[in-house]
Each structure stands twice: as C-alpha cells, then as structure tokens.
C-alpha cells in the first residue's frame, strides 16, 4: 500500500507538471499579440484585433496571414506607429469554425477592446461574427473571398480579396474560351465553396456551359470516391473545383488516382505553394483565376502596384524564406487599409470615425489592386485585377 | 455497374481502416471492461510520428515500423501513467481519464507537429490497378494486406500462444487469472501497447492517401468505436466485420444519397445498434470476450 501511495503521488506530480506545460503552451498558441513593446510609444496602443484560422482546413492561409501581419504590424511601428502609438494586434485561432470564430470575436471586442477586427480567414467564419460586430459597432476588415461578404452589404464590413463574384465570371470565361461546353462542379460546404457555387450555377449558362455535374464534399472529408466516380460517369469535359482548403490538393490528387483525366479549374483557393506540394503531379496543367499580384511582375515593372506588391513580397521572403502567397497579401491589405484609415482620422480610433475613415479610403495601393471604397462598395476591386496561372513543374505560372 | 463496384472498393478501403481501429477498441475493452477514447489519437500518432521518421530520412519501410512500435510504445506509457492507478476501479473512470488523455496527446502533437497536414509517401510506387471500369489505388491494396495480416496475427496470437491464452484469462475473469499466476497488470498494458500498434498501422496505412496531421484523430475515434459497437465489443472478428459494414453503408450512402450524409452514418449506425441490439451484429451472450 505504501508502495502504491507514493507511485501515486509520483504521477499526480508528473502529470500536474505536463498539464501546466500544456496550459502554458496552448494559451500562447491560441492568442498572441505582437506590437506595442518595441520602442517608446507617446500614447497607449492602439489595438486591433484579428480573427485566424491557425488550425482547420484553412490552416495554410491562416498561418500566411499571420506572417504578414507580424511583418506589417513591425514595420510600421518601427517606423514610429501611428501618429507615435504602438499598433499591437491580438491575433485569435478560431481553428476554420464558425462558433469559435463569434466567441473570439467576443472576446477580442469585449476583453481586449479591440478598435476594429481584421478577418476572419473564411467566408463563413466572416459571415458567422457579423451579429458580434454590429452588436459592438466595431468596424471589420474581411479577408476571405465570399461574394456575400460586400454583396450582402452591411456598413460595417469591409473586404480586401478579390470576391467570388468577379473571380467565378473570370474563370468561367477562360474554361469557355477553351472550348468546354458541359462542366462538372466540385464544390464543399463551407461558406467560400457555397458561395462560389452560387455564382457558378448562374454564370455557367452565360457563357455556353451546362453543368453536367454538381458534387459537393465536406471540410475535413478526406475521402471522396463518391462525387469522383459521379463526375467520371457525368460525360463533363472539364472540372470546377470551388474549395480554399486543404482539402484541394487531396482531390485532386485522387481523382488522379482514380483515373480522371478531364482538364481542372479553380479559383483563389488553389493559390497557394501547399496545394502543388500536396497533390504532387496531380497538379500539372491545373489552371486557376486570381489576383494578379501572386506574380507582381504582372504589372509591369514602373507601375505603382508593382512597387508595393514586390516591396511587400522581397521583405516577406527575407524575413520567412518563402514568397508571399494571395492570403499573405490579402491580410497586408487588410493591416494597410486599417493603417491608413487611422492616420486619416488623426489618430480618431472610436468606431464610427474609424469606419468612417476606412469607407474614405480612395486610391490606396495594395496586394489587391487600387483600393477606393464608398458608401456603396466596401470591396473596390475588378476583374482588371486578376489574372489567370497554370500550375507547371510544381508552381504556378501567368498565362493568358 | 463501375460506380457501384467504385463505391465498394472505398467502402472496403475505409471499412478496413475502420477495423483496425474498432479491434483496438474491442482489445481494450476485452481486457478493462472500459472504452478507451484515445484509440483515435493513437491513430493520428502513428501517422504523424512516420511523417517525422521519413522527414528524418529514414528508409520508408524502417519509419513504418519505428511508428508502429513507437505509437505501441507510447500506449504502454499512457496505460502504465493513467490507468493503472485506477484500473481496478470503476470502468467509467478509465473512460473519463482515456477522454482527458486524447485531449492531452492532441495538443501535445499539436505543439510538437504543428497544425499542417502532412503527407506520407505510398508505400509502393505505382498507377492504380483498372478493373471493370473501376480503379483500386495500390494503397488501398496494402491497407487490404495489413489488415488480413493483422486479424491472422490475432488470430495465431490468441489462439496460439500462451500469451494470447493469459490475455483472454485476464479478459475473462481477472480474479482468476491473477489466481493462476498470470501477471494482469501486464496483460493490461500489453492489450493498451497492441491497440496503439493496430491504430497507428490504420494511420500509417491511410495517410499516403488523405494526408495526416494533428485533429485527425477524434473524427476517426467516433468512427471505429462505432464500428466495434456494430460489430459487437469483445470480439475481434466482429470488429473486423462492423468496420468492413460501416465502411460500405457510409460509401453506399456517400454515393447513391448524399456525400454530405456520409460523416452521419456512423452516428445514425452507432444509435440504431445501441436501441435495437446492443450486443452488435456478431455479439453473442457475452461468455468469452475474446
């Protein structure tokens, strides 16, 4: 017994020490704010909050926008902050689910008083913390794609990447210049893919293209012979894939496998270094409509996007060894855009001037393109700033 | 007619997965009369620590077995830490401590792993084999191999050996065992280190085709305790059986209903069983459990 007591004892005092290991370890990893410490500031700091998607599905994206964020938030305040105060952003995991994304909406607005709100990583995590937002009236600055996210206007919410409804039009239009006439669409669940699917299923008739096909799968799934089997049996002569996740790179490495052969389209979601590594040769050939800053040579070089887009892009390699990726660019706007906004309203950071500013917003250069909001268009961008890429050899290439 | 044999071929493809991971379960159970929740986390740890090992450029087939061995290993250590304190308590504490405990080893594999997903290299290189119309990834063939050779090495280990005769003594009746001069508590952790070693060959044998990375394990979990319960707890055969079954109704229904129903399957399955005949499909009155 006394044997037993003190093995006992042992573990209780093991397991005490790993579980306040694992305490410390997941509070850091969940919430961190990076900022205001540097350099003597005059006034307090200005707090911003930003809600992303660390773990998840879109796990990849989130991790991009965290790095630019840091990046951003570190220049800036090293270069004196905003009108002599600090920035410091308080950065949330809401691990690509919506009701985590509301409660760190909650909490950054109501414990971390927060000014405004960068994110969320996804269109439905976005859509799901409009009611915290216009409950607080903080302003919010959006960084996924979802059309719904401006189309379904609220004064509040803003949005820096290049929405679905003029990415799907783009892409569609490329698939029908190639001579694709009957299409099979494979979309998932989330908020981005149905939004995107919404769009397809309009536009696709405009432009001479029947669906042939429409298959969906769920964030997470990692299986999907059943919407591959059907699209294979469908007789469609080119695939739609509408996904942002990681699930991308899966699919299409199995629809490979299974002996799909058809010709592959997608959009933004495919814009990133880990859907070529994960779908390996499965990639080659895949064609995908997005920003035309993944390459910033698209601009031409002279050109003021040009500057900024490869300013952002060399700092970014230099401080992470890798270049920047759409979602890297879409969070730097989204930093950008609330920079600029503060130091327009002097320094003003209460909501409705704060909102107001940013809705001012005209002619600021960024990853997206030129950004000029009104009271009408809290997206700003067209599709003259997109461009189509083939992935060849493992990366993407611009094409026509 | 190819679509349907393609829904049969994943249906037992992901149904063999479900198996190894329902046997953990059932030998678990066998020997604790209590779940053991982590069994799914054992199963992202295989993955992940072969990721690690081929990362570390170990040769495929060496980092495949270390995985194993390591995942067994750290089942040993979960058992021996917490639940032999309490293993001669209330089955519904261990279940409680197997709860806590998968939570600890997913944040724990999410620290040291990261949150990305990761892949594996297949374990054969090769284009799938064509057969009526249908397609059957070489992966799929070695998840088939593994797991035959898993339900045979049960089969001779607990059939054969008098090892396997002590552990289903221990699972029959302790008291007794422990009379006739079997080491329980060995049996015990012997049972935790073989679920562990069946999960991560289930994670191993499956991540070249979905990738691995750390949240994988609770999803899985869900699915292969279904599995044993439909098969019936306590007997491996019948856990083979209820994951094949579970593996093909969830393929069946992705492919001819919806694909968004098919992560339902395994609940709707797991209360239909538990309503109308808990004992599962194969479970008979319970004498032996293993």
Redesign the interface.
Known sequence: MARLGTARWCVTVLLLLVLSIALVGCSSASSSSTGSGSSGSSGSPIKVGAILSLTGPYAALGASEKNALELEVKRINDAGGLGGSQIEVIIEDDATDEAKAVAAATKLIEQDKVVAILGATGTGQSMAVRTVINRAGVPQISMAGGNAITGTFDPLVFQTPWPNSIIVPFVLKKMATDGHTKIAVLSDSSGYGKDGLAIITADAPKNGMTIVANEVFKPGDTDYSAQLTKVKNSGADAILLWTAGKEGAAIVKQAESLGLKLPMYGGSGQAKIEFPKGAGTAAEGFVFGTGKSLVPANWGAGTDEFKVVDDFATRYQAAYGAAPDIFAGHAFDALNIFADSVKRSGGDTSAAKLRDAIEQTSGLVGFGGKFTFSSSDHNGLAEKDLSLYKIVNGTWVPIQ | M??LL??L??GL??GAIYSLVALGFTIVYAATGAINFAQGEFFMLGGMLGVLLVNLGLPLPIALLLAVVGTAAIGALFEV??IR?IADGDPLRIIMVTIGGSV?LR??A??IFG???V?LPPFTQG??I?VLG??I?LQTVWIWVLTAIAMLGLFVLYRRTAFGRAMRATAINREAARLVGIDTRFMVTASFALAAGLGAVAGLA?AP???T????GA?IGVKGFSAAILGGLGNPVAAVGGGLILGMME?LT??YIN??Y??AVALVVLLAVLFVRPQGLFGGSGREKV
């Open positions: 190819s679509a393609q829904f071929i994943a493809k992901n830490l917490a304190p600890l944040q724990i999410l620290h949150p990305d997903e892949p284009t799938s064509k249908a397609a990834e499956v085709l979905t990738q990375a750390f949240d994988v999803g393929s992705a492919g694909p968004l098919k992560d």
